[in-house]
């Protein structure tokens, strides 16, 4: 596995979008309190299946997580998403995911409820599996009266329900933004509803002893919460819900694209769940989508039936030297340095044909003038000669993408012409403009 180290640059060229990821990045404050200092990478039920999740369907993808290689890949987390509770809370205002069992005086019975079979074995069962599967596991709530499916939302029961899924044994918490309280009643924006059950998370660490559950904030980007979301959270989606297709893929990279600053260890920009394995997407277009979301450092969940995934989208989620980026351990920013001095160029295609991509080496501010660089294309696994001035990618596919890391391979030939590889205001020692 080759490293680099990657701050990134974005230039929109006619179509095609430019990319390039270098040395030297500035660090912005994020949350550190021990936990989620890389993204998050693993799998969440909600693309895949929804609703119709139980159990044993968390426990089946685990053991398939395993024999595909994508633990040893670096995916370590399985999240429940909504739809796993009850309707109701319990009489002790519990939330209850089943079995939920009640007696009627009338009837003078014990009876249960339809929902009880899918969590019959309880939560701490689920999770002591996953654990031992050597998993971390990871539940779903929401910050307003209820969650999106309908379910009981955490409003006003922020410090039970983090107690709760403490005892329970979860790792990590995804935070909706559904059922929103009447401004009369939540007298706070958007930040201070989210605030709430940061604050029960910490309480709860401090007065546990044990380390604080992961929480990731999905407000959806409605209050561009990548301002302030690393002050509670260690990522927040930035966008509204992802789609199986090129054009939500497009929409959510261009949008990230201008706010990649935001990301750094242990807070990171998150660009909603992998769709790779679902929809009609083509390879081209599940290897740009997965060089975005790695280079944009944003959490790598998996959200397909992995039973039945792809040859070609397994080895796309397996891609050592693209994941590599994700989980640099050196430097935190997006799409920043990586380990190995080198610079990570993405040429993504959006154009509805195939086209020859070119860019000027400097119009990355990592790549120095005057020296020629090696190539090395992390899709292919090849080294490709030496770049120098300018590079030229051939017969990009439509919707597709070429990954490079460039590495400085010392001073470039002596004798080229023109003495700058950008002419405007190239000037000789002498005062004499030097023209290309």
Known sequence: MRHSSLPVKWLTLVGTTVATVGLGAQRVFAIDNGVAKLPVMGYNTWNAYACNIDQDLLITTANLMQSLGLQDAGYTHVNLDDCWAEKNRSTAGDLVPGPF??????????????DSVRFSRGMNNLTGQLHALGFKAGIYGDSGWYTCAGYPGSFENEARDAQTFLDWGFDYLKYDNCAIPYDDILRQNTLGKYERMADAITDLATSSGQPPIIFSLCEWGWTQVWIWGKQFGHSWRTTG???PNWPALASIINFNSFITMATDFYGHNDLDMLEIGNGNMTVDESKSHFTAWALMKSPLLIGT????????????????????????????????????????IMLLNTLNQSADMFFNLTESPWIRAGRQYSVRDLWTHTDNGTAVRNFTASAVPEHGVVALLLQDAGDEPAGLEPKCAVWSQCTDQNGTAVDG
């Open 101 to 114: 069992s009640f007696f009627s005086l009338r009837d003078c019975a014990i009876y249960t409820t339809a």
């Open 241 to 243: 819900d992802i789609g």
């Open 305 to 344: 039936n992995l039973s039945a995934i792809k040859d070609s989208d397994l080895d796309i989620l397996k891609n050592e030297e693209i994941i590599a980026i994700n989980q640099d351990p050196v430097v935190g920013t997006s799409i920043s340095p990586f380990v190995g001095n080198g610079t990570v």
